[in-house]
């Protein structure tokens, strides 16, 4: 007779029961309409990117958190470990196919290959969203604005948002006759 196989997940991954689940569907759902009140799109990009797209020349700290792997033809691939890079590859790929300025959601899983602790696991969702294509003041401001409205539609009460910006610093600094030199 065969041995049983143990029913268990790797450290710093997880299940979720139906409960849990249908809680993070719902914040999703949530802030899914908070971005469509703002105008940005929903997209989706592979679990997998090649992995000199996905760490660059690299060398960094973030490579050793990666998952990467060779595949069957022999390429390098990585699982992505945020939302960001992707996006850029996106972005760079789809250049003609989107209108500038473009203004994107992603609400996906991510894996990081770090030492597990305490309410940190290697498997996460990570929502992002995103302005390119202008550099204009009123996309930091939409930004906020957005931040602030989402909290409130998730009906989180107290809660701040930190800005900083080296423009409007150094713009301080040349205010006071400090600029930066």
């Known amino acids: 007779m065969r041995e049983l196989i143990e029913p268990r997940v ?3 991954f997880r299940d979720f029961l139906p409960d849990k689940e249908a809680q993070r569907l719902s914040i999703i759902q949530c802030l899914a309409q908070a971005f ?3 105008g940005y799109a929903p997209i989706d990009t592979p679990v ?3 992995a000199e797209v996905l760490l660059g020349k690299g060398g960094g700290e973030t490579d050793k958190e990666v998952y990467r792997f060779t595949d069957h033809g022999g390429r390098e691939l990585a699982m992505r470990f945020d939302l960001t890079v992707p996006f850029a590859r996106f972005v760079a790929a789809h250049l003609a196919e989107i ?3 473009f203004r994107r959601w992603h609400a996906a899983k991510v894996w990081r290959g770090e030492n597990t602790q305490r309410g940190r696991y290697r498997e996460f969702m990570q929502v992002d969203f995103d302005v390119v294509g202008t550099d204009a003041a009123s996309a930091d401001l ?3 604005l957005l931040m602030r409205e989402s ?3 998730l009906g989180v009460e107290k809660f701040a948002i930190h800005y900083a910006h080296r423009g409007v610093f150094n713009a301080f600094l040349a205010l006071h006759g400090l ?3």
């Open 179 to 181: 600029e930066a030199r």
């Open 36 to 38: 469509r009140l703002f």
């Open 99 to 101: 209108p500038l300025p």
């Open 151 to 153: 909290m409130k539609m």
């Open 48 to 50: 997998l990117e090649f």
């Open 142 to 144: 939409e930004i906020l």
């Open 10 to 12: 790797p450290k710093g």
